[in-house]
């Protein structure tokens, strides 16, 4: 079984200073891994998407994370935050889930405060 | 374009009485899903679905029931709404080849409140 860990549920950064929000993850096989971003009254955006392509990937907005096998992290980052970023994000990992169709397990989520 | 459509936005219940929350999609999806999102819980899935006639259960299916006849449409029905049921409500759709690397996509949301 997988699991999803976002370790700060609530992190404040300053108007353009980086932004690191934290995920971990567990699982017995190679994930797809996805980040969304849910903006206040708002479905859930796709930010960006790993698959095991290249380890850096890179989303919208200027946002990018890097998969590391090692660390089984998957740790999303901007490098200068805008008033704009202030939302809800969501780790996401995927798994083959042979013949059901539900290998999805969401982490509970981080709310990213940018003080002006 | 119009992606994954949620009806309605917003509506409220009294206790006991019945609804049907509308999803559609026009992305061909074959795969969909109900979820429903609780303050500082994430999201838990209700139910999904691989394709027309075929539906099975998620996390928490209690008090709620499905059905898909259209690849386009994936219903959900809340049976003698319970103040526990008060949420948000988001369906998502995902293509269903290769569907572990797909992202998902996500409607606005239904905001129910049971009083």
């Known amino acids: 079984a997988q699991s999803v860990t976002q370790l700060d549920s609530h992190v404040s950064v300053s108007e353009g200073t980086p932004v690191l929000l934290r995920c971990n993850y567990s699982s017995s096989y190679s994930p797809s891994l996805f980040w969304y971003v849910q903006h206040p009254n708002k479905g859930l955006q796709l930010l960006l998407k790993?698959?095991?392509?290249?380890?850096l990937v890179k989303g919208i907005n200027g946002f990018e994370a890097e998969f590391k096998k090692s660390e089984t992290s998957f740790h999303l980052t901007k490098p200068s935050a805008h008033m704009s970023d202030a939302a809800e994000y969501f780790c996401?990992?995927?798994?083959?889930?042979?013949?059901?169709?539900?290998?999805?397990?969401f982490g509970k989520g981080t709310h990213l405060i940018i003080q002006p | 374009n119009a992606g994954v459509t949620q009806t309605p936005k917003f509506r409220i219940l009294k206790i006991g009485q019945s609804m049907t929350l509308q999803c559609a999609q026009d992305?061909?999806?074959?795969?969909m899903y109900w979820y429903r999102q609780d303050p500082g819980m994430g999201l838990k899935l209700i139910y999904y679905?691989?394709?027309?006639?075929?539906?099975d259960k998620g996390e928490v299916p209690n008090g709620y029931n499905v059905s898909r006849s259209t690849t386009e449409d994936f219903p959900l029905r809340l049976e003698l709404a319970a103040p526990s049921q008060t949420s948000v409500y988001f369906c998502a759709s995902r293509t269903g080849r290769g569907a572990y690397n797909s992202p998902l996509h996500f409607g606005n949301g239904t905001r129910l409140t049971v009083t």
């Open positions: 679905s691989v394709g027309a006639g075929i539906t």
């Open positions: 790993y698959t095991s392509a290249a380890t």
């Open positions: 996401v990992v995927s798994l083959y889930s042979g013949g059901g169709a539900d290998g999805l397990t």
């Open positions: 992305m061909n999806h074959n795969y």
